[in-house]
């Protein structure tokens, strides 16, 4: 099983910065890694998909990128509705599927 | 473009089983793999299975096998996932997501997600 390490477990920034957020697998992955957002009360929402491709109406402010085993998710000038907790996902080798512990990104 | 509702929420006794449903729209459940995760209480995701729409074929992860059970009704277009021998630690948003069609593919990202439904497990 691939392990996947988030880092840290939560971030407090100020709104209007940018921040990368960091996803590490135990095995190379190749760039079969994506990346959700979860809101509060929410479904998980996919963001990236191919380590850095956008999924469809996903704004241009979220990019990912990385290969192997590292990867990072960078937000452009943060919105108040990006702060939400995200997860990385490999897909690279399944069963199983499996998910980074989450980052949780928190108004400073 | 595929959406997914879910069934609601379930209370259940210790032992006992649950069925979540999973109802697609905007495509046919033969296009579609199905993955169930789900979210314990202030806990991260955790995948539990995959269902592929057209074969029927399952994949699982191995802490669920044998107390999970996955289907299909294509007729309905709805996936269908079954806990057995509840626990208490079972209590969780259950999610089902559209997944990849095929055992071993390498796009297994899951998009949509259905809205979640809560099952809690309590004596």
């Known amino acids: 099983e691939i392990l996947m390490t988030q880092a840290p477990a939560t971030l407090s920034v100020f709104p209007g910065e940018r921040v990368t957020l960091s996803c590490r697998a135990s095995?190379?992955?190749?760039?079969?890694l994506a990346w959700y957002q979860q809101r509060p009360g929410q479904a998980p929402r996919l963001l990236i998909y191919g380590a850095s491709t956008r999924a469809t109406g996903i704004s241009a402010r979220f990019s990912g990128s990385g290969s192997g085993t590292v990867f990072t998710l960078t937000i452009s000038s943060l919105q108040s509705e990006d702060f939400a907790v995200y997860y990385c996902?490999?897909?690279?080798?399944?069963?199983?599927?499996?998910f980074g512990q989450g980052t949780r990104l928190e108004i400073k | 473009q595929v959406h997914l509702v879910q069934s609601g929420a379930e209370a259940k006794k210790p032992g006992a089983s649950v069925k979540v449903s999973c109802q697609a729209s905007?495509?046919?459940?033969?296009?579609?793999?199905i993955s169930w995760m789900r979210q314990a209480p202030g806990q991260g995701l955790e995948w539990m299975g995959w269902?592929?729409?057209?074969?029927?074929?399952?994949n699982s992860a191995e802490k669920f096998q044998g107390r999970l059970t996955m289907d299909t009704d294509t007729s309905t277009n709805i996936a269908y996932m079954e806990l057995r021998s509840l626990r208490s630690d079972d209590t969780a948003v259950y999610y089902c997501a559209s997944s990849c069609l095929r055992a071993n593919c390498l796009t297994n990202y899951l998009d949509p997600w259905g809205q979640g439904t809560l099952v809690t497990v309590s004596s």
């Open positions: 905007g495509d046919t459940l033969t296009r579609l793999g």
């Open positions: 269902i592929s729409g057209y074969s029927g074929n399952t």
């Open positions: 095995q190379s992955v190749s760039n079969n």
């Open positions: 996902q490999q897909y690279n080798k399944w069963p199983p599927i499996t």
